[in-house]
């Protein structure tokens, strides 16, 4: 089996609500898609949610956006993987390495291309390739984006209803606001349910940084995401920190968790398979994290159906992301099985909603991806 045609194309879903994070400019609901077919007709799909204006410590990685990673796929890594083998899928990420130094986003759409590509193949969901499941479900955090209090509060109490036991809170701009949301849904949601919250590198110095995790802690805050930035500054919070504090923007690769490791940066780590640069980069990540005993999540930049199987995938094969994960669940309009829990754009490019239980993702028993891909949907959608 060969490769034969690749071709990456923008797209974009409408959003439920507006959601923010600290330093987003734009609106979610941007992709990228790319199509991988292969000489015995098979295709494969693959998804990449670029940001120009998310990540890295200090400005050192490059932000990516749905013209770059299109460029990057059609122009450069298209004409170099055409008739090779679809399903070596580690070697196809040495080709894209040894022709460009990152660009991880447009790497992890062809990566998850190829994955699907290989699972349909031979008639397996991708777990099974990974090694198989290590848990039954994908337990969902719910994102509550940048809102005023009073909407952010509902928001986290109607997803809390529609069965989630995770949220995960936007903040970062305004410390006072944070601690009085983490306060007001502490005793709203009672003790079961973790409260996650996300600075996106928004409390400053680490002096500074430390006093807001504190008093977060006071208001009944589980675990803090990126309070600040860079692995130094990350380090000297995490050493001080009453909860786990995660890494995020400062862990992106295999070299990122080693660092983070030897630095003792966080207690945390949230994988992305696009800033890992897909399945093949993510591993690794999930293996150093593994190897430490450093518990991980999935999240992302609130992908689709594409994305989102791809993380479940993920997630149900490494014994490392045993975190609640920021993963959409997702459906076609007029079929999602929540109010508010894991429910960001009103439809999907798919024909089938996720099944859920008890707000977790159920596996997704399909070759590949494991799930259908609608391709009158795509083409609505459809926006380059
Ligand atoms: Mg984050």
């Not at 999930?286 to 518990?295: D, L, N």
């Not at 070759?367 to 391709?375: A, C, F, K, Q, S």
Request: include cysteine; hydrophobic fraction near 40%.
């Amino acid at each position: 089996m060969k490769i034969q045609l690749i071709e990456a194309s923008a797209f974009r879903l409408p959003n439920r609500r507006d959601f923010k994070w600290a330093g987003l400019n734009g609106e979610l609901g941007h992709f990228v898609l790319v199509r991988i077919r292969t000489d015995e007709g098979i295709t494969g799909y693959g998804e990449s949610t670029p940001l120009p204006d998310w990540g890295g410590d200090f400005g050192r990685r490059s932000g990516e956006t749905a013209a770059t990673v299109i460029s990057m796929i059609n122009d450069i890594f298209a004409p170099a993987l055409l008739g090779t083998d679809p399903t070596a899928v580690t070697s196809a990420r040495q080709r894209m390495d040894g022709l460009v130094v990152g660009n991880p986003y447009a790497k992890c759409a062809i990566d998850i291309a190829l994955h699907d590509l290989w699972g349909k193949s031979v008639g397996q969901p991708i777990y099974r390739l990974l090694g198989g499941k290590v848990r039954e479900t994908v337990p969902v955090a719910h994102m509550i984006g940048l809102m005023n209090e009073k909407d952010a509060a509902e928001e986290g109490l109607t997803a809390v209803s529609d069965g989630v036991r995770a949220l995960q809170i936007k903040g970062g701009v305004d410390s006072e606001r944070d601690i009085r949301l983490v306060r007001t849904l502490r005793r709203e949601v009672g003790p079961g349910v973790t409260l996650r919250l996300d600075a996106n590198q928004g409390y400053g110095h680490p002096k500074r940084a430390r006093i807001v995790v504190d008093r977060l802690v006071d208001a009944g805050v589980d675990m803090v995401e990126q309070p600040t930035t860079g692995l130094s500054y990350l380090a000297e919070v995490t050493a001080h920190a009453r909860v786990p504090i995660i890494a995020d923007e400062s862990c992106w690769d295999l070299a990122d968790a080693l660092e983070v490791v030897q630095r003792r940066a966080a207690d945390c780590i949230s994988i992305y398979l696009a800033k890992a640069g897909g399945f093949v980069g993510a591993r690794a990540v999930a293996a150093v994290a593994e190897a430490q005993r450093i518990p991980c999540d999935i999240n992302g930049s609130i992908e689709s159906a594409i994305g989102n199987a791809a993380n479940t995938h993920f997630v149900l094969a490494h014994p490392s992301v045993s975190l609640a994960s920021v993963i959409p669940i997702s459906a076609p309009s007029g079929a999602h099985p929540y109010l508010a829990a894991g429910r960001y754009y009103e439809d999907d490019v798919i024909s089938k909603a996720f099944e859920v239980k008890d707000g977790a993702i159920l596996p997704l028993d399909g070759p590949g991806l494991g799930i259908e891909v609608d391709e009158s949907r795509l083409a609505k959608y459809r926006c380059d």
